[in-house]
T-cell receptor
Framework: DAGVTQSPTHLIKTRGQQVTLRCSPKSGHDTVSWYQQALGQGPQFIFQ???????QRGNFPDRFSGHQFPNYSSELNVNALLLGDSALYLC????????????FGPGTRLLVL | AQTVTQSQPEMSVQEAETVTLSCTYDTSESDYYLFWYKQPPSRQMILVIRQEAYKQQNATENRFSVNFQKAAKSFSLKISDSQLGDAAMYFCAYRGNNAGNMLTFGGGTRLMVKP
């Protein structure tokens, strides 16, 4: 039973570029959430996707957008990259929203130069 | 907005000893969930233990147990018989009953285990 997978594992971009990160949820899960974890800090919620729609959003600008596909996989897109976007991006999946526990992937380390 | 505070940036424990990690949170909700996650150097966040606020009994998972004090808004994690593999960052997290899947995390505590 595959857990949550994310790609790529590492990524280097320059300021102003755009980046797309990918996540495949754990088998049987239909809800995907994205978190940003800056170095030395706890993760911060970006947004959540369920039934191919953004259901909930944290305090992140519109430069952060996402998508969920019919197979429940998800993408996180960040436009006009800033140095401050350098972080570990974590994807978490669960079955439905609400009480179910979330399972996290290994993350994508993004470095913006 | 809910906030989660972990006041211990670093803790150390001798192998086989017991250590307690602290967490406090601020909320006006009466029904919610609390979690402890472990993040080893591999970066993957692993669920350690979960507590529902409506349950008075403290959750236990093998060597891991919590002390949940709802009135004090405190949620500490006790690790018994510490092992070298317990060394990691530990994050306390809160989820409101109407918050969907949104977790609010504390800043983390780095646990070192001495052989």
């Amino acid at each position: 039973d595959a857990g949550v997978t994310q790609s790529p594992t590492h990524l280097i971009k320059t300021r102003g570029q755009q980046v797309t990160l990918r996540c495949s949820p754990k088998s049987g899960h239909d809800t995907v959430s994205w978190y940003q974890q800056a170095l030395g800090q706890g993760p911060q919620f970006i947004f959540q996707y369920y039934e191919e729609e953004e259901r909930q959003r944290g305090n992140f600008p519109d430069r952060f957008s996402g998508h969920q596909f019919p197979n429940y996989s998800s993408e996180l897109n960040v436009n006009a990259l800033l140095l401050g976007d350098s972080a570990l991006y974590l994807c978490a999946s669960s079955f439905r929203t609400g009480v179910e526990t979330q399972y996290f992937g290994p993350g994508t380390r993004l470095l913006v130069l | 907005a809910q906030t989660v505070t972990q006041s211990q940036p670093e803790m150390s424990v001798q192998e086989a000893e017991t250590v307690t990690l602290s967490c406090t949170y601020d909320t006006s909700e009466s029904d919610y969930y609390l979690f402890w996650y472990k993040q080893p150097p591999s970066r993957q966040m692993i669920l350690v233990i979960r507590q529902e606020a409506y349950k008075q009994q403290n959750a236990t998972e093998n060597r891991f147990s919590v002390n949940f004090q709802k009135a004090a808004k405190s949620f500490s994690l006790k690790i018994s018989d510490s092992q070298l593999g317990d060394a990691a960052m530990y994050f306390c997290a809160y989820r409101g009953n109407n918050a969907g899947n949104m977790l609010t995390f504390g800043g983390g505590t780095r646990l070192m285990v001495k052989p």
